[in-house]
């Protein structure tokens, strides 16, 4: 089979031939591929390549901005004759400009995963304490328990919900030793920070997020 040819995205030229492969694998000559179709491939395959163009462009700013605390954060130590921790500080960060209406947030979080085997252990506890308790007065809580469980569609496990657990006011003995178990079942696996972007008009209006959320804008 001849090499084949360089052509515009998403075609092939085989034999002089040029075809479009669709969603199953299979070489459609292009001229059986409907215009509205074609003229759809490239209007995408345009759009994706300025949308990485743009999460390129997202991730060097971001980089930049976090070196540029990073740096202010260490000057700021040095001024007081203090020693920056090795690795950098771990810490929520927010700086203000001097009239108070914009500020960037750095909120540090730990990433959380959880050991099955204690987890498990808390499970089949909390599940002795649903089998008594009474459904009529313990209905909504019941359900609020058992959605702290359910594995989602990506296989994780849904963390909020699991940690509101612990912020329920429950004095049965097996459910104290549940809550137990799901806090020595919980382990920090590295941590994330979080840029966030803030602006008010003046200093009595409530603080405005500054959104770089492609889904909300």
Request: charged share 30%.
């Amino acid at each position: 089979m001849p090499d084949a040819k360089p052509r515009p995205p998403g075609q092939i030229e085989l034999a002089g031939r040029v075809y479009m492969p669709d969603a199953r694998g299979s070489m459609v000559p292009i001229e059986l591929v409907k215009d509205e179709h074609r003229l759809q491939d490239k209007i995408v395959r345009r759009i994706f390549g300025q949308a990485e163009g743009e999460a390129k462009r997202l991730a060097a700013f971001m980089a930049s901005a976090r070196e540029q605390v990073r740096e202010f954060m260490e000057r700021v130590v040095a001024d007081y004759g203090a020693k920056a921790r090795p690795g950098g500080d771990k810490g929520n960060v927010t700086l203000q400009t001097y009239d108070g209406l914009l500020k960037v947030v750095v909120q540090v979080s730990d990433l959380i995963r959880f050991d099955s085997a204690a987890l498990k252990a808390c499970q089949l506890l909390v599940e002795e304490c649903i089998a008594d308790w009474s459904s009529d007065s313990q209905a909504e809580l019941r359900a609020i328990v058992m959605n702290a469980f359910r594995i989602d569609k990506a296989g994780q496990i849904n963390r909020g919900a699991l940690l509101g657990l612990l912020r329920l006011n429950i004095t049965d003995e097996r459910w104290i030793r549940a809550m137990r178990a799901l806090r020595d079942s919980m382990q920090v696996d590295g941590s994330k920070d979080y840029l966030r972007f803030y602006r008010r008009t003046d200093l009595k209006a409530p603080w405005v997020a500054l959104s770089l959320d492609a889904a909300t804008a």
